[in-house]
């Protein structure tokens, strides 16, 4: 391998901050539902999956999203969300549209946020367990 080589792969590692986020859950097959949903309008999809987890993300047991059966689950303070990138203004609709109809919860319908930025448009929900998620596109 040579040192350009070595150097590329240095940087597509460090490009990359996280390896995959694990959620708990108290009732997977609800919280797969919504996550189906939520996820597949912005294009990922199950990637894996058994009786006490499900994985999402784009390829074959790679996760990014895993949701880890958890009966005494809770979520994490009001402070913390996770948010999603979206392809395009119509992906947020669509995460937030149909996650709703799934057992979501609204905390911010999709549109405009000018306080994070001219272009930063973004849809907010509340998972089955509490958690805050947030799917957004900003160019």
């Known amino acids: ?4 080589s070595v150097l590329i ?11 995959h986020i694990s959620l708990p859950v108290r009732d997977l097959a609800h919280s797969g539902a ?23 993300g784009v390829e074959d047991d790679k996760d990014l999203l895993c949701l880890k059966l958890n009966p005494e689950a809770h979520a994490a303070s009001p402070g913390f969300h996770l948010a999603f990138s979206a392809p395009d203004r ?4 669509r995460f937030h549209s149909d996650a709703l109809t799934v057992g979501g919860t ?5 549109g405009l946020r000018p306080d ?16 805050r998620i947030e799917a957004v596109i900003n160019r």
């Open 116 to 131: 994070y930025g001219q272009s930063y448009y973004a849809a907010f929900l509340i998972d089955p367990d509490g958690h």
């Open 106 to 110: 609204d905390n911010g319908s999709p």
């Open 9 to 19: 792969d240095i940087a597509r590692r460090q490009t990359r901050m996280l390896h």
């Open 34 to 56: 919504f996550y189906d949903a939520a996820l597949g309008a912005l294009g990922y999809r199950r990637v894996f999956e058994d009786d006490e987890a499900i994985g999402y």
């Open 1 to 4: 391998m040579s040192p350009y």
């Open 90 to 93: 119509a992906a947020v609709d």
